[in-house]
Every structure is written in structure tokens, then in C-alpha cells.
């Protein structure tokens, strides 16, 4: 494994980085979307703060020892903190790939930052650096911190150790502590411009890259990931039932649907009802154009403050999707909701 690069569309950033390394505080927190490559930048950065012959542009060598333990996570001035789930999915930044574990267990990975992850950090900033230098922990996503880790971390974050720099990487900046937000310097991290990220995923054989990077938002990553045939296989189903003008079987899809991923069904609803909300509201739609002739027809039955409440339903329904009493009940419930809208 390598040292990891960034993208093209990510330059701008990395000059502001290069500023930011004049004075560096302790605690950076890097925000933005899924999907646009902000773990890649960090880690990039990380691995260039622990070069021991950095390029002139403030790239990592990718040769020294340092570069060589960064790219094996081995080194000793670095750590990463991220919930176990992350050990064993390929899941990076939302999309992107990661080393696996040969670990077994019998127990399913915790999707939160536990505490002990936090409190093991200790040791590791209590003795001193591998080479006088700096040490950096990478900690994402932040939002995944359980309360118990967020406010261990926050007493960290309020007496800083000397020579230590935390890199923190959240999806949902909302979701923080406000206070952990208070002792982070935040660096936010938009999406490419569309033509740069179509030309990027044209490179990687896409075909019909506008469509897909649509789709995902304007995140290449995310779109790749789909294109490549990672995306939930039942979208196409799911989206199919929400574009339909006739009645629908919720009792029948919901049995079909049962075992696939909740929360994906409820994002994929929530831009389909942001395309809707849209073209009631006369403004162009976002991630389905290809999908406009069913939408204006849809968007025609339907008023404007219902479809705002329906945006709404789906934004607190996506908090417990999670965690359903029972999968088919929670899809039955949404498709009724949706059918309810264009009575």
C-alpha cells in the first residue's frame, strides 16, 4: 500500500492546507459530504506532516522511512480512530476502499467510537514523539463518537498535549458536540465543479458519468463506488415503485424490499422528494433529470406544503432507520406516506 493521493479537484484545498501548516493549531476538523474524497486528503496531509523529505509542493516524499511506515499504518507518531465496523467494511469517506482485518468475531462490529478507543490515546500522547517531530491522530467519522468518547475527547481537546495534532472528519457537522466544535479549526470541503468530476469518472470507464454523478449528489467517489455496481441493488426497484403514477403494492414491496438497506431506501426517498419539491417550487431537479417526465407528473398531484411536510417526515425518519422494530412494517409505512401524498 502507498501513501494515499488526493484528487483533482482537490488542489485548491491542498494549497489551503500548505497555509494552514505555517500555523498549525491542534485540532482540525474537515467537513463536507460523502463521497468527495476527504479522508484521502486527510490522510494525504497526515502522511506529509510525518515526511522526513518533503517535496517542494508539500507532497510526501513516498520514500522515506516515515512514508514507508505511513503507508503500512504503522507508523509510530500516527494512529487512526474509526468504529470497528469500519475494520471490516470497504467503507472510506462513505465509498472509497479500505484494507480489511482478518480478525474474527463473533460479536457485530459497533458502529460507534467507543470510549476505550478514545482513553487508549493516552498512552500513545503521553511518551515522546519517534523523532522530536509531530504526532497525528486521525479520527473519523467524527459524528460516530458515542457520548462517553465525545466528551473524553473533548477534555483532550481543552489541554491539547504538545506536539500532537488531531485530524477529525465528519459527514454530519450538525451531529457534533458544539463545544467539540469550538476547539477545532474547520476546514470544509465542497464538491467538485460537475465538469471536472465528470471528466475525472470518464477517466475511470464511466459511462454516462453526468447521469450517475446526478444521482449521488455531485459526489464522484459515491458515484464511482454505484457505477461500479457497489451501489444498493434494489435502487433501481425502489425507484421504480416512487415514480409510478398508479396505485402500488406496499404490502408486496415491502416483503421484496425487507433486506435491503434502510437507510439507503430513505435516502434515495429523500431525493426523489427533493426532485419533487423542486419542480413545485419552479427550480431545476437536482439528482434525477433523466427522471423529469415522471416527476412533473408526480409534482402536478401533489401540493407544495405537503411535500415540504413529506421532506421533513423523511429527514426524522432516517434517524431511526437504523434500528426498526421491523424492517417490513417501517417500508410499508414509508410507501403508504408517499402513496398518501398524491391522493
Given at each position: 500500500?502507498?501513501?494515499?493521493?488526493?484528487?483533482?479537484?482537490?488542489?485548491?484545498?491542498?494549497?489551503?492546507?500548505?497555509?494552514?501548516?505555517?500555523?498549525?493549531?491542534?485540532?482540525?476538523?474537515?467537513?463536507?459530504?460523502?463521497?468527495?474524497?476527504?479522508?484521502?486528503?486527510?490522510?494525504?496531509?497526515?502522511?506529509?506532516?510525518?515526511c522526513e523529505n518533503l517535496n517542494i509542493d508539500g507532497h510526501a516524499c513516498g520514500s522515506c522511512d516515515s512514508c514507508g511506515w505511513f503507508a503500512q499504518y504503522g507508523h509510530p507518531d500516527y494512529r487512526r480512530v474509526r468504529p470497528d465496523a469500519l475494520e471490516t467494511e470497504a467503507v472510506d469517506d462513505g465509498v472509497e476502499s479500505e484494507e480489511s482485518t482478518s480478525k474474527k468475531t463473533t460479536k457485530t462490529p459497533s458502529?460507534?467510537?467507543?470510549?476505550?478507543?478514545?482513553?487508549?490515546?493516552?498512552?500513545?500522547?503521553?511518551?515522546?514523539?519517534?523523532?522530536?517531530?509531530?504526532?497525528?491522530?486521525?479520527?473519523?467519522?467524527?459524528?460516530?463518537?458515542?457520548?462517553?468518547?465525545?466528551?473524553?475527547?473533548?477534555?483532550?481537546?481543552?489541554?491539547?498535549?504538545?506536539?500532537?495534532?488531531?485530524?477529525?472528519?465528519?459527514?454530519?457537522?450538525?451531529?457534533?458536540?458544539?463545544?467539540?466544535?469550538?476547539?477545532?479549526?474547520?476546514?470544509?470541503?465542497?464538491?467538485?465543479?460537475?465538469?471536472t468530476a465528470s471528466a475525472w469518472l470518464a477517466s475511470q470507464d464511466v459511462a454516462q458519468p453526468e447521469r450517475w454523478l446526478a444521482e449521488y449528489g455531485g459526489a464522484p467517489l459515491a458515484a464511482l463506488a454505484a457505477a461500479q455496481g457497489e451501489a444498493m441493488p434494489e435502487k433501481d426497484d425502489w425507484l421504480n415503485q416512487l415514480s409510478r403514477s398508479q396505485p402500488i403494492n406496499p404490502i408486496a414491496i415491502a416483503e421484496r424490499l425487507q433486506k435491503a438497506s434502510l437507510s439507503e431506501l430513505v435516502a434515495w426517498q429523500q431525493r426523489w422528494l427533493h426532485d419533487l419539491l423542486s419542480l413545485k417550487l419552479g427550480a431545476r431537479v437536482r439528482y434525477f433529470p433523466h427522471q423529469q417526465q415522471s416527476l412533473a407528473q408526480l409534482a402536478a398531484q401533489v401540493s407544495a406544503e405537503r411535500l415540504q411536510q413529506a421532506v421533513r417526515d423523511a429527514a426524522n425518519r432516517r434517524k431511526i432507520s437504523d434500528h426498526p422494530l421491523s424492517a417490513r412494517l417501517f417500508i410499508e409505512q414509508m410507501l403508504l406516506e408517499y402513496t398518501g401524498l398524491f391522493r
Amino acid at each position: 500500500m502507498s501513501v494515499p493521493n488526493i484528487y483533482p479537484w482537490q488542489q485548491h484545498d491542498w494549497g489551503r492546507l500548505q497555509q494552514l501548516r505555517q500555523r498549525l493549531p491542534h485540532a482540525v476538523l474537515f467537513h463536507g459530504e460523502v463521497g468527495i474524497g476527504k479522508l484521502a486528503l486527510a490522510e494525504h496531509w497526515a502522511a506529509s506532516l510525518l515526511c522526513e523529505n518533503l517535496n517542494i509542493d508539500g507532497h510526501a516524499c513516498g520514500s522515506c522511512d516515515s512514508c514507508g511506515w505511513f503507508a503500512q499504518y504503522g507508523h509510530p507518531d500516527y494512529r487512526r480512530v474509526r468504529p470497528d465496523a469500519l475494520e471490516t467494511e470497504a467503507v472510506d469517506d462513505g465509498v472509497e476502499s479500505e484494507e480489511s482485518t482478518s480478525k474474527k468475531t463473533t460479536k457485530t462490529p459497533s458502529k460507534e467510537i467507543r470510549v476505550e478507543q478514545v482513553r487508549a490515546l493516552s498512552t500513545f500522547m503521553n511518551v515522546s514523539t519517534h523523532r522530536a517531530g509531530l504526532r497525528v491522530v486521525l479520527l473519523y467519522p467524527a459524528e460516530a463518537l458515542n457520548t462517553t468518547a465525545a466528551n473524553t475527547l473533548l477534555k483532550t481537546l481543552e489541554e491539547p498535549p504538545p506536539n500532537t495534532l488531531f485530524l477529525l472528519l465528519t459527514h454530519r457537522i450538525d451531529r457534533l458536540l458544539p463545544t467539540i466544535l469550538s476547539r477545532c479549526q474547520r476546514f470544509a470541503l465542497a464538491p467538485p465543479d460537475a465538469a471536472t468530476a465528470s471528466a475525472w469518472l470518464a477517466s475511470q470507464d464511466v459511462a454516462q458519468p453526468e447521469r450517475w454523478l446526478a444521482e449521488y449528489g455531485g459526489a464522484p467517489l459515491a458515484a464511482l463506488a454505484a457505477a461500479q455496481g457497489e451501489a444498493m441493488p434494489e435502487k433501481d426497484d425502489w425507484l421504480n415503485q416512487l415514480s409510478r403514477s398508479q396505485p402500488i403494492n406496499p404490502i408486496a414491496i415491502a416483503e421484496r424490499l425487507q433486506k435491503a438497506s434502510l437507510s439507503e431506501l430513505v435516502a434515495w426517498q429523500q431525493r426523489w422528494l427533493h426532485d419533487l419539491l423542486s419542480l413545485k417550487l419552479g427550480a431545476r431537479v437536482r439528482y434525477f433529470p433523466h427522471q423529469q417526465q415522471s416527476l412533473a407528473q408526480l409534482a402536478a398531484q401533489v401540493s407544495a406544503e405537503r411535500l415540504q411536510q413529506a421532506v421533513r417526515d423523511a429527514a426524522n425518519r432516517r434517524k431511526i432507520s437504523d434500528h426498526p422494530l421491523s424492517a417490513r412494517l417501517f417500508i410499508e409505512q414509508m410507501l403508504l406516506e408517499y402513496t398518501g401524498l398524491f391522493r
